[in-house]
């Protein structure tokens, strides 16, 4: 029997606007997509592109002008999926006088907590989003990066099946950034299948095994990122590996020292290649370390949106 989607739309669309003499504005135009479970799925698309419109109509906050839109099973609006699922907004807005634990203790009582359930379960949350320290201090004296971790550790309050989450890497430095993307691994790592969309293109290669791109509203591709992105070979590192990399240097397209006894090559990716390396791995366990070399998802991105916009007009999504 065939595993259900977690997320599947079919031919949705909305267009905004309520004078029927005014031209209405299509936001989203036929997006046909599947999100499998178990996947981080990375929801791409330049400013205006839908992204946004896509995950409200997958919330039910906004309803489809056509098409439909299914997560976990059911169509949206059945209320018991809601639970199923945390979400985090974009710029989503704070009580600055509540403490962390006072705010996350009025969102466990929204999703109908019970007393002891709140006691167990809003630590934990702290606990995960690495905020316990600050748990008794007022949300208005939080940075950015600190109120996103709050934001998200709301959304994963009800231990979701689904957690969607909008633009949760933007405007974050680098140590909220890296923060975020280690709670995406370790509640994927737990089941929850995760939805996001991002602009920050190279930490979605990094954390992402799911992608689909979007440009005015229309769907330009979608799948498995290592279908979606060209191999660029097979990049060998070895460590104490003088007598090994005399033996592969003859195969290898490129060869660079990295420190003492310390080698990285490159392969191209055939079968034969594959294989020969996965044994070698095995046989010289710690001393070689294999991984594939992907095309980059920002030289990617932006090829597809400037094929979309026409050439050089697609330069401007760069800006």
């Not at 975020?180 to 509640?187: D, N, S, Y």
Request: with cysteine; proline share 5%.
């Amino acid at each position: 029997m065939e595993e259900v989607p977690v997320i599947k739309t079919e031919s949705l669309s909305k267009r905004y606007g309520v004078l029927f003499w005014k031209k209405k504005n299509l936001s989203l135009d036929q997006l046909s997509i599947t999100v499998p479970r178990g996947a981080v799925f990375g929801f791409l698309g330049p400013n205006g592109a839908g992204k946004t419109t896509t995950i409200k109509l997958l919330m039910d906050l906004i309803h489809p002008t056509s098409g439909s839109a299914e997560v976990l099973g059911k169509p949206v609006w059945d209320p018991s999926v809601r639970r199923r699922i945390g979400f985090l907004p974009d710029a989503p807005a704070f009580n600055g006088l509540m403490t962390a634990s006072e705010f996350l203790n009025v969102c466990a009582k929204l999703l109908k907590m019970s007393k002891a359930e709140r006691k167990k379960r809003v630590p934990e949350v702290l606990e995960t989003v690495r905020m316990t320290a600050s748990a008794d201090d007022k949300l208005g004296g939080f940075s950015r990066g600190m109120l996103q971790r709050i934001g998200v550790a709301q959304a994963i309050l009800n231990k979701p099946d689904l957690l969607i989450l909008d633009e949760p890497l933007l405007g974050l430095d680098p140590y909220g950034r890296q923060e975020l993307k280690r709670i995406i691994r370790e509640q994927n790592k737990l089941g929850t299948t995760v939805f996001f969309s991002s602009h920050i293109l190279a930490d979605v290669q990094e954390i992402c095994d799911h992608a689909a791109i979007l440009n005015r509203g229309r769907l330009l591709c979608s799948g498995k990122l290592g279908d979606l992105l060209g191999s660029q070979g097979i990049s060998v590192r070895l460590t104490d590996g003088d007598d090994l990399v005399r033996d592969l240097l003859p195969e290898a397209k490129e060869c660079q020292k990295k420190g003492p006894h310390e080698w990285e090559l490159t392969f191209e990716k055939t079968p034969d290649s594959e294989k020969r390396l996965q044994e070698l791995k095995e046989k010289h366990a710690g001393k070689v370390e294999v991984v594939e070399q992907w095309e980059s998802l920002e030289d990617f991105f932006f090829e597809k949106i400037e094929q979309d916009n026409g050439g050089e007009a697609g330069k401007e999504a760069k800006e």
